[in-house]
């Protein structure tokens, strides 16, 4: 069984930074961020490899958002740039065995779900 909490979520002003932070237990698998905000369905945001050797981001947070990990302490980081208030959400650490390439941005099946973390951008 793997374990993920998710940290970092808060309130930001517009054009402001946040990093989230996904600490795992167990075994190292492909790490996922997925985002819902009020009254829309869950999108994925970003995904990164087990080894941190590729990873895939959506169009809405391309050039803004990265992904990091750092396997030595089992966390994944998504570091948020130039935020918008569109980016207020629920943000969600997911991880997965198997590596869906750019499948990501449709698929939602992952063998583990952290229980997520608000961040709120302002105007």
């Known amino acids: 069984q793997v374990q993920l909490v998710e940290s970092g979520g808060g309130l930001v002003q517009a054009g402001g930074s946040l990093r989230l932070s996904c600490a795992a237990s167990?075994?190292?698998?492909?790490i996922g961020w997925f985002r819902q905000a009020p009254g829309k369905e869950r999108e994925f945001v970003a995904a990164?490899?087990?080894?941190?050797?590729?990873?895939y981001y959506a169009d809405s947070v391309k050039g803004r958002f990265t992904m990091s990990r750092d396997n030595a302490k089992n966390t994944a980081y998504l570091q948020m740039n130039s935020l918008q208030p569109e980016d207020t959400a629920v943000y969600y650490c997911?991880?997965?065995?198997?590596?869906?390439?750019?499948?990501?941005?449709?698929?939602?099946?992952?063998?583990?779900w952290g229980k997520g973390t608000l961040v709120n951008v302002s105007l």
């Open positions: 997911a991880a997965n065995n198997m590596w869906y390439g750019t499948g990501w941005s449709r698929r939602h099946d992952m063998d583990y």
């Open positions: 167990g075994r190292t698998l492909h």
């Open positions: 990164i490899t087990w080894s941190g050797d590729a990873t």
